[in-house]
Each structure stands twice: as C-alpha cells, then as structure tokens.
C-alpha cells in the first residue's frame, strides 16, 4: 500500500496550566516591533485566547514551541486586574528530539514579534541547527533570512574583520560606465551586505526632505480625503503624522548609501588594506564596509549624535575603533589638524550633501542650510584640504547627482564638483553613471512631469578623480581577474552594448 508523503505531526490539544510552560529559547530570541505587545494584548482581549500554544512533552515537562509572547502577555493581563484562566489550549507537537523541536521553534513565527540578530546567532549555536536548510521555510515577519550570515562566519578568534563568505568574490561586476542597481544580482549582493545589521538612520529619522511627497499611493489618497475634510489643502507635516496615526507606511529619512557601490569604489580604486577618508561621513555604511574589507577608514561628520550611532554599530559588528574611526566636527576646520594627519590617505571617498536638498540639522555650519553659493565656498574648501591629505598617485571619488533650483533649474553641482577637484590639482579620469532603482519616482514623476516637463532622475554620478602619474597606476593597484568573467557576459540576454 502507498505510505502518505504527508503525515500528521498533531499528538492532541488539550487544556495545560499555561503557567507551567518552559521554553527552550532565551530571553533575547525575539524583540517586539512595532507595538506588538499592546496590539497582541489588544487582540487577546477582543477575540479572547484563540490561537492554542504549541508545544513538545519531553520527560513530563511542556516545552512551548511557538506561543511565548502570548505568555508574557497574559502575565501583563493578569497584573492590569483581569482575570485570565489557569488552563489553556494547547496542540502537542511530536518531535524526536530536542534539536527538531528547536527547528520547528524557528519555522513558527509571531505576527507580533521579531527574531533578534543576536537572539538567532545563540539559538543556532546553542542547537547546532544547520540555517541554510531551515532559512527556506522560515517565516519570520520583517527578517532577512541572511541576517546574520556575517556573524555566523565570524568566530571572534583573532578579532580580525572576517569577509563574509557570500562577499568574498573579488570580481563583483563589470568595470563598465554605467552601473544598473535594478539588476537582481546587484539586490542580492546587497541584501547580504545589509544582513550584516547595520542601520544608516539610526539618528536620521527627523531628516527634511524636499521631496517629502515622495509616498506611496496609500499616502496620496489620505491626502485627497484630508484636502475634503478640513476644506484646504493640508500641510506635508500633517499628512504625514496623520498617516503614521492611521498605521500607514511613510517613507522618511536621508538617502541611505549604496554598499555595493561602496564595496566596489574600495575595491576599484583603493590599494588593499588602504587608508580611506571621508570628509562627508554621515551614516555607518561607508565605514562598515571599509572595516569589514579590511581598510582603514576616517569618516567626519558635523552630528556628534551620527558619529556615535556610527561607532555603536561597528562595535557590534566587531570592528577595531582603531581602524574604524569617526570624528565629530566640520571638515573644512579639522582637515589638516591632528585628527588627519596621522598619515596620508589612500583613497578619498564620500557622497556630501546635495546642496540644499536634504537638510540633515538645524547647525549653521550644516552645508545643507546654507544658500548656494555658500555652500561652494564652504565646499571646494573641503575638497581641497581633502585632496591635501591624500597621498600622490592615488584616487579620490564622489558620488554626487545635480540639483533644481526653486525654479526648477539644474545648479550644476556635478560640474561644480568635476571644478572643485580641479583646482585642488585632481582630474577626472573616470565618470559612471549609476542607475537607481525607480521606487517612488514612479508616483512623483506624473505630477512633475505634467506641471513642469520635469523627466524623472534615476541615476547618480560616480565622479572618479586622478592626482599623480597615470602611469603608475598599474604597480599600485592589484589586477583583478576580469577576462573570462567579462566574456561570460556575451551569454547573458540582460546586457546591451551602448
């Protein structure tokens, strides 16, 4: 007779002093986001306990697999004054052994409540749970699979930097002028480098954006019903505060950094092991990656508050402080200072403020609060102590994209820029254009385009500059294997010659 490919795990469900259940996972398994809490107790409350505990029976004792919030929450009813049964539903699980109760404790997952970092990393450990086999039938809200792939890796044993496996390929992509991060192998790459948990906003929540109508649809029709309600037309402020109320997804925040891109401005045009500065730091990203290739790197940033985030989160991914390093102050004062001049750098590399189109403070020395001309007194300054500091026959790159004025005409910050690094004595040697993905630009382009003809940008200018001999390039820089990956991309139907 043909054995059933699927069998019922189910032993029973039956009531348990839920009071008396243990857990196999620690305490710091899993954190709350978003109110999870108060929206798991709110739910409880109205729906009363619907949803019976998982569990596996081993010696006598009742192992909770899925249902520990539930727990704690409970506990949180009963000392606000209500009363809550000693007895609940339970479903008994069958399981051979710890180790499968522990995979089926991770294959089970709270609407509520994430999986933490950290929490995972021990659970795994602790277990000694195979990831890569589980990771494809986890379903854990808001948590990348590959979070902690980097962690995984790193055993901490000579408290180097250790390269993830997943980032090791010295060939990334073609070396060619333009580069598509629509592209899914340029979303994977970075989704592995994000799994290394580190956040760019971490004290950017507040940042004014220009655009602040960038928003999804969702958004807009909140905006139209609020236009009806009140009579007038409602302020961007209030739009957005009102849909955060109603549980609407807002987009907020500064640009964060592509680390792709940076993983490939380092391995491009730094020698290995090279000392990089960046005179604009702002978020952790330029920095993390630097560490975590092994380069030393010195980022400066005006917010003594994003220094710190920054130097946090590189202590929790195990980088050296010494090698990983943030200065809180204005560039154009500490350049050439003590705080730089340790030695000369290898590599200059930053993405500064577009002019006026994100203010990040409200500091007067914040480029972004200043008019125009202004900011490229303040900027060709900075350039030129950076290109100061960098050692002879060395590269420098900005990533940098043009900017409308309040009429609607492009300042020229581009060539502004291309000047800036000329009369500090660097050429441009290469340009390439970086081609973003469309997100919100798809909702905003209708509206610019029929009120101004203003066509949707959708890429950056990678500025790469050339202080020295030109010639001297190839005994300084490492050749990268390039032949056959480049000829493997005649078989690939997603490439078009320009």
Known sequence: MHQPQIASRILKTELVKWKELEFIQQENFKEWTNNGSEKLIESILKYQFIDPFKVWNHKGVNYCLDGRHRFLDLEKVIKSGKEVPEELPATFIDCKNIKEAAELVLVYSSAYAQITQQGLLEFVNNF???????????????????????????????????????????????????????????????????????????????????????????????????????????????????????????????????????????????????????????????GIVAGVLGYDYLGIDLRDDQCEANKKQAFKLGLSPVKTKWYAGDSNEVLGTEVSKERKFDFVYSCPPYAYLEKYSDDPKDLSNMTYDDFKDVYFSIIKKSVEQLKDDRFACFVVGDVRDKKGFYINFVSDTIQAFQEAGMELYNEIILVNVVGSLAIRVRRQFNNGRKVGKMHQNVLVFYKGDPKKIKENYPELNLGEDLEELNNQPNIALL
């Open 128 to 286: 000694d749970l195979d990831f890569p086999d589980l990771q494809g039938i986890m379903n854990i809200p808001d948590f990348d699979t590959i979070a902690f792939e980097g962690m995984l890796n790193n055993n901490g044993d000579d408290g180097e930097p250790i390269i993830p496996s997943s980032l090791k390929e010295s060939f990334i992509f073609p070396p060619f002028s333009i580069l598509d991060t629509r592209s899914g192998v340029w979303q994977e790459r970075k989704r592995k480098w994000l799994s290394l948990g580190f956040n760019s906003q971490e004290t950017r929540e507040d940042v004014e954006l220009i655009a602040k109508s960038g928003q999804s649809t969702a958004i807009y029709e909140l905006r139209n019903k609020m236009r009806t309600t009140l009579g007038r037309d409602p302020e961007w402020d209030e739009i957005l505060e009102y849909a955060k109320k109603k549980g609407l997804h807002v987009y907020e925040g500064a640009s964060i950094f592509d680390p792709v891109l940076c993983e490939l401005s380092y391995k491009w045009f730094c020698p290995e092991g090279g000392r990089i500065l960046d005179p604009f730091a702002g978020g952790s990203v330029r």
